[in-house]
């Protein structure tokens, strides 16, 4: 069993950078497709970024790009969400996931495994 676990939220003003993190255990970290998806008061979970197998393919959503970076360490078995120039609106539950199939997807019924989420806040 994958156990994925988020770390690194917290509340920021707008314009400050967090930097997430999502430790995994249990399985084989480096043949999974990693993403981040955020869930906000009220709203349906949306995703935000994902990355490939060896990280060398990345896709972000439009309303985060040039601000929040995907990345991945295959050997801390660990994705990373570098949020830079974070808004007010940004604030939601983050999650990451995995993806047994390996492949970088926006789909969130793709994804085979969940964190619990690390909440992040960004005042005005």
């Known amino acids: 069993q994958v156990r994925l676990v988020e770390s690194g939220g917290g509340l920021v003003q707008a314009g400050g950078s967090l930097r997430l993190s999502c430790a995994a255990s249990?399985?084989?970290?480096?043949?999974?497709?990693m993403g981040w998806f955020r869930q906000a008061p009220g709203k349906e979970r949306e995703f935000v970024a994902t990355?490939?197998?060896?990280?060398?393919?990345?896709y972000n959503v439009r309303f985060v790009k040039g601000r929040f970076t995907i990345s991945r360490d295959n050997a801390k078995n660990t994705v990373y969400l570098q949020m830079n120039s974070l808004k007010p609106e940004d604030t939601a539950v983050y999650y990451c996931?995995?993806?047994?199939?390996?492949?970088?997807?926006?789909?969130?019924?793709?994804?085979?495994?969940w964190g619990q989420g690390t909440q992040v806040t960004v005042s005005s």
């Open positions: 996931a995995a993806d047994q199939g390996g492949i970088p997807s926006p789909i969130r019924g793709r994804y085979d495994y």
């Open positions: 249990g399985g084989s970290f480096s043949s999974y497709g």
């Open positions: 990355i490939s197998r060896s990280g060398s393919t990345t």
